[in-house]
Structures are given as C-alpha cells and as structure tokens.
C-alpha cells in the first residue's frame, strides 16, 4: 500500500463505527481492524496517565446521569478502559471490574449492567471480544504460514518447538536455507499486524534483526498489508498474503 493511501485510512479509524465504513469501500475488515487496534493502541499509551487523571471528574459525571459511553466518546478513549478507570475510581478492584465485564449481570443495577454491554459491544481491542478477535488473527496467519510451507514439502521448526533452544524464535525456522527470490533465507515470521513503519520499525528492533543475528536473513510477512517503501535493515526482507503467489526454491549445491 503507498503511503497516501495508508495515511487517509489511518486518519479516518478515529472510532470502531469507522471500520465499518471503510469496509462498505472494499477495504478487508482484518486489515482494518489490525490498523485501528494499531493506532488506538499507540495513543492509549501516550494518553493513558493524562485520562485517568480525570477519572474523579469522570466518576461525577457519570453520576450525574452521562453513560459511560458518552464518557468515552467525549474524552476519545476506548470505552472499555474508561470504564475501568471510572469502576475503579468508584471503589471497585480490576479484577473486579473484569469480572463485571464477563458477566454484567452480576451487577446490581440493570441500568449500569445495560451501559457496560454497551461499551463492551463498542470496544475491539480491549473487549474479551476484541482479545479473542486479535488471537484469532495471529492464528490465522500462523496457519497460512503452516499451510504455504506444507504444500511446497519445505521442513521447518514452529516457534513452539524451538522455544529454550534459542534466546529469540522466529515463528519458522527453516531446516535447511532456501531461496526467496533470489535470496537466501533461514526463517519466516508471520504478523497478523499491518506493517507501517512505526510497527515495523518495533518488530525489527524487539525480533527480526535478533533473528539475522542468530540465523541469518529471512523473511517478516504482514498478512494484512503493508507499506511499499518501507526502510528495511540488512537482511530482512518483506512481504504480504502475496507471498502465497511464491514458492521457495532449493539452494542449488555447486562443485568445484
């Protein structure tokens, strides 16, 4: 994806709603829900402190008679984490809260019961929907990761099998070198996020380039997109579902 078109899908996720409205243009709905979890997540860290300042005037608020929803849509924050922060301010644990969240009935008031499905129904990322929503994505793109190398008979070791062995584990590691367009790789990892450069940037660093450093170059796959011209270090090597469309080819042996 070019970065203009990156950059106006990324501005308009401003709300949950606006996933829904770009997925009316076409756009895939992971790949939207990937990039909304992306940017809601950054801001929370920035701001998270900031608002929860506010959780005593936040608390009187809703007191007064505001939803919770209506909270959160005013101080742009996930309507989950706002309750929370307001749950809490009110004397309730987080543990508490959570368990008041799995199961609102459990509250004693109907009304409060009925404001808590409502900012749950409108949370994808920090509801136990959205949770289980971003796990059903990271499998999904492990399977597609599995099943490529399967069909083309490549043997490869899963993260699982290497974990202890190594201080950092791709998600395959390949059991002999192959060839990915002309260049020799050793592993492959799979990442159901999309690839922009703040993402990127953060993978190479935590991941991909520990991995050249142990096994040497491989390939990252952002299943659900990524940027075009994205500033790859040495070694490291991009891709999105197109790498479906590819095959590894076997390192041809020479003789002297």
Do not use: H
Request: charged letters at 35%; aromatic letters at 12%; proline letters at 4%.
């Amino acid at each position: 994806m070019d970065y203009a078109e990156y950059k106006r899908i990324y501005n308009g996720l401003k709300t949950a709603a606006d996933v829904k409205t770009f997925e009316s243009e076409g756009y895939d709905r992971r790949m939207l829900e990937s990039l909304f979890t992306q940017k809601t997540s950054r801001d929370v860290k920035k701001r998270f402190y900031v608002v929860k300042k506010n959780a005593k005037f936040m608390l009187k608020d809703w007191k007064k008679g505001k939803t919770l929803m209506e909270i959160a849509e005013r101080n742009r924050f996930p309507p989950i984490l706002t309750a929370m922060m307001i749950f809490q301010e009110d004397g309730a644990s987080k543990k508490q809260f959570w368990e008041f969240v799995r199961d609102p009935d459990s509250l004693e008031s109907k009304e409060t019961a009925d404001e808590l499905r409502e900012v749950t129904e409108n949370d994808l990322i920090y509801s136990p929907y959205g949770t289980q929503k971003q796990k059903e994505r990271g499998e999904w793109g492990e399977d597609l990761l599995q099943n490529w190398l399967n069909g083309q008979g490549i043997g490869y070791r899963t993260e699982n099998e290497l974990r202890g062995e190594f201080e950092k584990t791709p998600d395959s590691l390949l059991d002999k070198p192959m060839m990915y367009e002309g260049k020799k790789i050793y592993w492959i990892e799979s990442k159901a996020s999309f690839g922009d450069n703040i993402e990127f940037r953060f993978n190479a660093r935590k991941q991909l380039i520990p991995y050249t450093q142990i096994f040497g170059p491989g390939v990252v796959v952002y299943w659900v997109g990524c940027l075009d011209d994205l500033e790859r270090p040495e070694d490291i090597y991009v891709c999105d579902i197109s790498i479906l469309e590819k095959k590894l080819e076997p390192i041809e042996e020479t003789t002297e």
